[in-house]
């Protein structure tokens, strides 16, 4: 079985890189948004043309992500959303949402501390984990039913 996982959220540590490295020869794919933070915020005007409004840019930023985002959750198997140090990530909680509510395996990846400011989105997901390598043991777990040694 091949699982597809998207992974989503904060995008200034290695997090990303440490799931795919750990998860080496497993069947897995991944996807994730746009991790270059100009490119993302400024995809919209490039792709459709400028805006004098800053308002406006963004808009259009979010909305060509959004493509990009819901396709990347729709076609997943597994979401992995990870809340950084500043855990206001507000796509973040956005895609865990989404991906909730589409009947996605939602993986949330945060720190202790934000237990309490997180805990909507906890509910929503079907583990809490807080370091990438428990990703990796429940995505290995998922695939061979081995648990960690």
């Not at 959750?73 to 909730?100: H, M, P």
């Amino acid at each position: 079985m091949t699982l597809k996982v998207y992974l989503s959220g904060e995008i200034h540590t290695d997090w990303r890189e440490r799931i795919v490295e750990g998860s080496e020869g497993l069947d897995v794919t991944f996807a994730s948004p746009v991790t270059d933070h100009a490119a993302s915020d400024d995809c919209g005007v490039a792709i459709l043309g400028a805006e004098e409004s800053k308002f406006w840019h963004d808009h259009k930023g979010a909305k060509v992500n959004a493509i990009r985002t819901r396709h990347g959750i729709e076609t997943a198997d597994i979401v992995v959303v990870r809340f950084g140090e500043k855990y206001k990530q507000w796509n973040a909680a956005f895609d865990a949402g989404y991906a909730a509510a589409l009947g996605k395996p939602v993986i949330v990846l945060s720190m202790p501390e934000h237990q309490h400011a997180l805990k909507e989105v906890h509910a929503a997901s079907l583990a809490v984990a807080e370091d990438p390598g428990q990703v990796v043991d429940i995505l290995r777990y998922t695939l061979t039913g081995v648990l960690p040694s």
